[in-house]
């Protein structure tokens, strides 16, 4: 007993420092923006003697970060419904339906998450500007369904293959349509995975950079990580500011996350045990 004890206390050492080490940046940068330049420059790792907000008013009012993330928002939600509208009927068919190449289907697109999309950005680029779709919203957003949809399908098929037989028998003998099953009875029954692809797809269109700069060469279409390269880069000495924008940036995801964090972790372990 006293062994199993001291196992569980050093195991929740290990977490409160694994956990301590990975909010330690959140903190640094939290505590910075809230600091004037002069007290920064003074002490640069202790708390805000006084706590001030020009930091956030300057981002907010004096810049165009609202911009910014209002692009990003639009990119986010446009190719995180299209990857789900598509992976869900994509899954639904793969789990549940038997046609020829089923199983091939599958795996092409489970492969596909191990391609780097760095190495489609020439051909991509070269088809757009032969179709005019550089620089515009539809075709950043078809670029990022594509990107995401694959692990979309994996998720999502895991997840259905789990689900009891016995449903899909009783509403097939009762004659009801593929749609009205997928509709009625998988997808309430999905929420904690469909929660999970929202979550995770949003951020990484969120925080992408690579296509956003050259997809989206436009001003007036640039999203929240491509303004903060050139934010930081102009306010390069002003740290508290840039820790401000930071700040500002990470609040939407945070706040997402917070909302549906209940289902998230249910949501990754989809499927995992039947």
Known sequence: MEHDAAGR?????????????????????LATAFKAQDEYRIDRLGLPDAWVLDQFRQVLLESPFLAWMLNSAILAAGAVALSLIVSVLAAYAIARMEFPGRDVLLTVSTALMAVPPVVLIVPLFVLY?????????????????????????????????SLP????????????????????????LSLPAVLTLVIVNALFVW????????????DDKRTLMAGISVFQGRYNNQIPLTMAGMAVAAAPMLILYLMFQKHFVRGLMAGAVK
């Open 207 to 218: 925080n992408d950079l690579l296509i956003a700069v050259i997809f989206l060469q436009s």
């Open 129 to 161: 500007s032969r179709l005019g779709l550089v620089s515009t919203f539809p075709g950043a957003i078809l670029i990022y369904a594509g990107l995401i949809a694959p692990f979309s399908v994996y998720l999502l098929t895991t997840f259905f293959r």
């Open 9 to 29: 206390t050093v195991r929740q050492l290990l977490l409160v420092l694994a956990s301590a080490l990975a909010l330690a940046p959140t903190a640094f940068m």
């Open 165 to 188: 037989k016995e449903l899909f028998e009783a509403a097939t003998v009762d004659g009801i349509p593929h749609l009205r099953i997928l509709w009625s009875v998988v997808l309430p």
